[in-house]
């Protein structure tokens, strides 16, 4: 059989050739034929020590896988410990020669040692320890009460509070209240770590009028929280009531100053809005002198009078925001160089005072100069005392008030020098006690000394003589006519007239 010319031949052979050589050239491209796809992993690092943490607390740590294989790493992440959770998604899809991070958190629930391990996809497992420690919550309340103060009815007002976690564990609790007009605004639930805090807020919304309060139990271990509030019925329109209608400053040396105040209080509902004003030379408002005022509120006003010149001055004060207007008076005085003082008396009569009793006066010091007066009210005597404060200092134009109390030990009249001190005159206190038991009292009708001297003289001889606006004879002695108020301290010899 002869041999087919297409299979044989140069031609054959250069054309196996050629098919030879393409199929070498392809080999490169294809790869190993032969060899399969596959996965080569690292876990670095090999073991996560969370160290100690407390209960309730948490401590994150975070490792790398890298996939070292032919095929994209496509898995989970496992783990066999209550107290060992990812952070975030627990998916794991890593390319070819990529690198992935991921994040374990430590939260230990009961004190004591963790080992587990995390399996991570097909890569193997990675070794976790950890120990939990023991630890104290501790609370912290601020404010542990809330003021609200008035809130028309029909409105509300809001405060907060504020819980912290100042202790070492965690921190879980609830607030709760039961009262009608105050309620809790938000959620009452907290869970806080160490140092971390949490504010709630408290709405009083009174449905009646008076005083209202409530407790709000912050739970566990935290303080409660006392609130109060007033309900007040709104009324339509605000009124205006003024402390006073006048302002008295009474007399201030030139270039001294004397102040008064008085209140401004809205009564009504709404808000009482107004400004305080004057235009007199001698008088200004010291000062914040616009006010705005809600029902029940107040505003206080000072006003000042510096006399230019002597002579009286007036002055109308106008409250604003139609309130009635004030009127402010005052008396200028010259200035003297040196203080004056003038006491408002020169003597003090306490009249008749039963032993056992007392009876006070009162005396007035004032400095009418310029400077300054001072001094100290005293006295020696020993049924007369200075009560309450007896040092003054006075610059001009001011005034002091001094109390003196007579308490008689013994019957008989007697008297006392007060010494006003400051260079002042003197003030004379006088008074009488009479007997424990008098058989006869007799009102008869005081003549002068002179005459009663004469009286004396021409009567009884040497008896001492004391005058009297009531007499009482004791017994064994008897009234003389001529002195008609002078008791004989003894009887007379026969014949010597005017005694019994």
């Known amino acids: 059989m002869a041999a087919d010319p297409l299979f044989s031949g140069p031609r054959f052979l ?185 504010t709630f807020g408290v709405r009083f919304a009174p449905t009646s009028g008076g005083i209202k309060s409530c407790t709000f139990d912050t739970g566990g271990l935290c303080a409660n929280v006392g609130v109060s509030g007033t309900g007040q019925a709104p009324q339509a329109d605000p009124q205006c009531a003024v402390s006073t209608d006048s302002l008295l400053f009474g007399t201030v040396a030139v270039g001294q100053s004397a102040t008064r105040t008085f209140t401004i209080t809205n009564t009504g509902g709404g808000t009482l809005s107004g400004t305080v004003s004057e235009s007199c030379a001698s008088f200004t408002i010291v000062g914040t002198t616009t006010y705005s005022l809600g029902a029940g509120q107040s505003a206080t006003f000072t006003v000042r009078f510096s006399p230019a010149g002597e002579g009286v001055r007036t002055c109308e004060i106008d409250a604003g925001g139609g309130c009635d207007p004030l009127t402010a008076r005052g008396i200028g005085q010259a200035q003297q160089a040196d203080p004056l003082c003038v006491v408002s008396t020169d003597s003090l009569l306490f009249g008749t005072v039963v032993v056992g009793q007392n009876v006070t006066r009162t005396f007035t010091i004032t400095n009418t100069g310029g400077g300054t007066s001072s001094g100290t009210v005293s006295e020696s005597c020993a049924d007369f005392s200075i009560v309450g404060t007896a040092t003054y200092s006075l610059g001009g134009g001011q005034s002091a008030t001094f109390t003196v109390r007579f308490a008689p030990s013994s019957e008989g009249v007697q008297t006392c020098a007060i010494s006003t001190g400051g260079g002042c005159d003197p003030v004379s206190a006088r008074a009488g006690a009479p007997h424990r038991a008098l058989p006869v009292i007799r009102a008869l009708r005081v003549i002068p000394v002179g005459a009663v001297e004469g009286a004396r003289r021409s009567a009884c001889a040497p008896a001492p003589l004391r005058l009297r606006s009531t007499v009482a004879c004791p017994p064994a002695r008897t009234l003389l006519p001529e002195a008609r108020s002078v008791c004989a301290a003894r009887v007379p010899e026969p014949g010597r007239r005017g005694c019994a």
């Open 14 to 198: 250069r054309s196996l050739w050629l098919l030879a050589a393409s199929l070498v050239a392809l080999l490169p491209a294809c790869g190993d034929l032969d060899t399969p796809a596959f996965v080569d992993c690292a876990i670095a690092p090999d073991t996560l020590d969370f160290g100690g943490v407390t209960t309730g607390n948490s401590v994150d740590r975070t490792f790398t896988v890298t996939n070292g294989g032919s095929k994209a790493l496509e898995g989970t992440i496992g783990s066999t410990c209550s107290d060992v959770a990812v952070v975030g998604s627990s998916s794991v899809s890593i390319a070819r020669g990529a690198t992935g991070t991921f994040t374990l958190r430590f939260t230990p629930s009961t004190a004591g040692s963790r080992t587990c391990r995390v399996s991570i996809a097909d890569c193997g497992t990675l070794t976790v320890r950890g120990e939990g420690l023991a630890g104290n919550a501790e609370c912290a309340v601020s404010p542990t009460s809330l003021s609200f103060g008035t809130v028309a009815l029909g409105s509300s007002d809001e405060r907060s509070f504020t819980i912290t976690n100042t202790g070492n564990a965690r921190l879980t609790g609830t607030v709760t209240e039961s009262c009608a007009e105050f309620s809790l605004v938000g959620g009452g639930d907290y869970d806080l770590a160490p140092t971390e805090a949490a």
